[in-house]
């Protein structure tokens, strides 16, 4: 997967030669690779293929291709109706939903209701779809129980984690689980506690070295509670309901949450792409398999270059790693006054000055799935050759968020 960063860019503009960037594009190999040490990090326990960090049908397929990956965490209902609607099944969406519409043509379709499970963390969800349709009148919506996972202290003065659902505690995850099942018209299917503090911070980062102390502890910390606390009130819900599935974990977490008895399947999506953000972990080093290239348009002065595009802000708290990482040719920078431009890029270093007009400059997304959002198509590569090219989600006409 070339190693020396002037064979990988060798091989990337062979294999692109006749492409006009700015373009999209997958390395297959390096996607492969990841998939495949996603699996033994999981060690056996089913992945959940995350859609938000790939929104691509290809790159979804391929990924469940494979007898580790099953099942698909959505983000949104109307993307997961459409991936009903495409064959798709075991589809979870991973946010809740007050979608009316959306949610009406799920309870009016028995394929759907089948093929998609719901997130819900309060009973007033429940109310919002029983006003839609009255549970007498319609068949069961299975429905997942999202626990917090987030680690707090001094009643919730210090919260570490995303904030999500307001089920913490294992009495709050009982009671919802029995206000659930004692309900018509719903179907408790599974419970799912995703610790972002986690498996979305890296241990090991390089621009605040002088954070990763802190943030191990915190990490190791907050493992040891939420096993213990996920555990608790998985017993808890089991009392009262029959669980498909206990979903957990991201790409950053795999080892750890898959080392819990009480989790059934965990989740990945991001480190099928390898993006910038999960260049900082001590677990693992996905390869940079999702690219974009961008053309050289002009020369400033020495030591720099622009290029056309290239503002792809990763979302999530503003701050220089949500930036795109310039990839190759080694040795290139951004410039830390204009950052990544709206319509224009400069990147700075000793490279830029063997760089000609009309030459390309590869970067990866800090992020994953969003720089779907920003082409079309993704153009796949394997080794020197172009392979296909496939639509990503904007491509097939759909924006879900
Ligand atoms: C509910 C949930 N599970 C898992 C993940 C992990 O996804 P990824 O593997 O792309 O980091 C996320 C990411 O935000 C998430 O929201």
């Known amino acids: 997967m070339g190693l020396d960063p002037e064979v990988a860019r060798k091989r990337l503009d062979a294999a692109t030669a006749d492409l006009d960037p700015p373009f999209a594009a997958l390395d297959v190999d390096a996607f ?30 391929r990924a469940l291709a494979d007898p580790s990956c099953q099942g698909v965490m959505a983000f949104t209902l109307p993307e997961a109706l459409w991936l009903a609607d495409l064959g798709y099944d075991d589809l979870l969406v ?19 209701r089948a093929r998609i499970t719901i997130m819900v963390d309060h009973p007033d969800q429940l109310d919002l779809i029983d006003g839609l349709v009255a549970p007498q009148d319609r068949d069961d919506v299975k429905v997942c129980l999202d626990l917090d996972a987030s680690l707090s202290f001094l009643d919730d003065r210090v919260h570490l984690g995303p904030r999500r659902s307001p089920v ?39 621009a605040k070295r002088w954070m990763a102390p802190a943030i191990r502890l915190m990490q190791r910390t907050s493992a040891a509670e939420l096993a213990e606390r996920r555990a608790e009130v998985v017993a808890r819900v089991r009392e009262v309901a029959d ?20 989790v059934t ?13 999960f260049d900082h972990y001590r677990a693992f080093t996905p390869h940079p398999a999702a690219l974009f290239a961008l053309p050289v348009v002009r020369r400033p002065g020495p030591g720099v270059v622009t290029l056309l595009g290239g503002g792809y802000i990763a979302s999530g708290s503003a701050g220089p790693d949500k930036l795109p990482k310039v990839h190759l040719p080694d040795g290139l920078r951004l ?19 063997d ?41 097939d006409g759909r924006c879900f968020l």
């Open 94 to 112: 991973a946010y809740p939903t007050v979608d009316r519409g959306a949610l009406r043509q799920l309870i009016g379709d028995d394929d759907a």
């Open 32 to 61: 492969d690779a990841n998939a495949r040490d996603l699996a033994r990090r999981a060690s056996g326990t089913p992945i959940r293929v995350a859609s938000k960090s790939l929104r691509c049908r290809w790159a979804l397929d």
């Open 243 to 262: 669980l498909r599935f206990v979903n957990g974990g991201g790409t950053g977490s795999l080892e750890l949450t898959s080392a819990e008895s009480a």
């Open 335 to 353: 410039d830390g006054n204009e950052g990544a431009g709206e319509v224009q890029t400069p990147v700075l270093g000793a490279a830029a000055d």
């Open 355 to 395: 760089l000609q007009i009309g030459d390309r400059v590869w970067l990866r997304h800090a992020k994953s799935g969003e720089l779907g959002e920003r082409f079309e198509t993704m153009h796949l590569i394997q080794g020197d050759a172009l392979l296909d090219e496939v639509p990503t989600y904007r491509g």
């Open 168 to 206: 913490h505690e294992p009495d709050d995850a009982r009671r919802l689980a029995e206000a659930i099942v004692g309900r018509r018209g719903f179907h408790l299917d599974g419970l799912m506690a995703y610790e972002g503090q986690i498996a979305g911070v890296g241990d090991d980062p390089t």
């Open 265 to 277: 399947e965990v989740t990945a999506g991001s480190g099928f792409f390898g993006p910038g953000l």
